[in-house]
């Protein structure tokens, strides 16, 4: 009896001692941002999901608002309402109601203890959209990831049942795709080929590579959609706008690199890129040739200042900083198995337009020189160009696992 007291006694401590403020909530980017006053566990945090209407739920253990406006007010174009209360005595509760599930996967940023996104939908309200396919299976007491083989608005949902005390930890949930959606994008096409060499063009190659990793993604479980299957030309912003429609949990651009012939000797090796403002005069110089295509195309509102209000530091930059890193090892890794001399170019930033407003982790991959005669050669065989796509593959899949064991940190 007396253990029962003195367990109670330190529980109710506990629970007096973790009380957590909720201090501001607001809209940015796309994403409803809550900060607290303190350190929060967002592992305690309950996701769930309910239908008719489609509402994304958050109950939020051992927090208080800090006063009763917090949150208050809140629209967007992408959510029918956002609100936010507190439910129970210790317990916050936020419901956004939207046109219908997106896969939410809200996280919690580097370095900040105190604060939890929530991304909204990438689509806003009130668009006609075709109806949900009825699915047999309703997950009732765990997470479960119901992936769709649609073509149209296969939205994987992840429901848990608000008994669940939280989200399911088991650590293979992504160790196979479960059907999100991978967007890999063939850079160039059409009239545009991109880099050659050798009398080889990038836009050939490119799209071999991404045909490859279709395949090793779709292996591993993944939904995928290449924003090109032939050699057709697409300008750079419909790319990602690929990804942003089709609700993609990454983009990933492919394509090869070139020097002018003085140096096409000596520079040769596997580059991975995000988008971020560069100073490296090298990076820049990639970043130049590859957005050419861009930069003459006339119709495009985007501007220089477009790609820099964009690559003001953010959680998109941090994520696809880890995805460049997973992927490029993971290709080092599989061709330093059967080659030798394969260079490490190592994992850059740069303004790459195909990057600029990609609202999810997103890269660009230059799969090597084509300018450089022995590297063009491996590139266009094709145990060369499958080591590439598996590397791919593996650091996608790699970069997934751990952002799952992140989230549940
Ligand atoms: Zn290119």
């Not at 394969?342 to 300018?371: N, Q, T």
Request: proline share 4%; net charge positive.
């Amino acid at each position: 009896m007396k253990r029962f007291v003195l367990l109670w006694l330190a529980s109710a401590v506990w629970l007096v001692a973790s009380i957590a403020i909720l201090e501001k909530v607001e809209l940015k980017k796309g994403e409803l941002r809550l900060q607290f006053n303190d350190r929060y566990n967002k592992g305690a945090i309950r996701h769930f999901t309910l239908k008719n209407p489609y509402r994304e739920i958050f109950d939020i253990p051992n927090a208080r608002l800090k006063h009763s406006r917090i949150g208050k007010g809140l629209r967007s174009s992408h959510c029918h309402s956002i609100r936010i209360s507190q439910y129970k005595r210790n317990t916050v509760r936020i419901v956004l109601e939207t046109e219908r599930g997106y896969g939410c996967n809200p996280y919690r940023p580097l370095f900040s203890y105190k604060s939890y996104h929530i991304p909204l939908p990438p689509f806003k309200v009130g668009k006609k959209h075709v109806a949900k396919k009825k699915s047999g299976k309703k997950a009732k007491t765990k997470v479960s990831v119901v992936s769709s083989k649609k073509k149209k608005h296969g939205k994987r949902r992840r429901t848990v049942a608000p008994k669940a005390h939280m989200i399911d930890t088991s650590k293979n949930i992504y160790a196979r795709g479960n059907g999100e959606l991978i967007v890999i994008d063939a850079g160039h096409g059409g009239h545009d080929t991109g880099a050659i060499g050798g009398g080889k063009r990038e836009k050939d190659l490119v799209l071999q590579i991404a045909k490859r990793v279709e395949r090793q993604l779709k292996k591993r479980g993944f939904r995928v959609y290449l924003t090109r299957r032939t050699d057709k030309f697409l300008k750079l912003p419909q790319r990602t706008h690929i990804a942003d429609r089709k609700d993609a949990r990454i983009f990933v651009s492919i394509h090869a690199n070139s020097v002018p012939r003085s140096k096409r000797n000596r520079v040769h090796g596997i580059e991975t890129f995000y988008l971020q403002k560069t100073r490296d005069a090298k990076s820049q110089r990639i970043a130049a040739r590859e957005n050419r295509a861009v930069l003459k195309g006339a119709g495009t509102s985007l501007s220089k200042k477009v790609i820099i209000d964009s690559v003001l530091n953010g959680p998109k930059i941090i994520e696809s900083n880890k995805l460049a890193i997973d992927v490029q090892r993971r290709m080092l890794a599989n061709l330093r198995a059967h080659y030798r001399g394969v260079k490490d170019g190592g994992v850059r930033h740069a303004p790459f337009w195909v990057l600029v407003g990609a609202s999810r982790p997103s890269i660009l991959v230059e799969v090597g020189y084509i300018s450089h005669p022995k590297e063009r050669a491996r590139l266009f065989t094709p145990r060369y160009q499958e080591l590439i796509a598996k590397g791919i593959a593996e650091g996608i899949q790699r970069y997934l696992n751990n952002r799952k064991r992140e989230i549940e940190l």
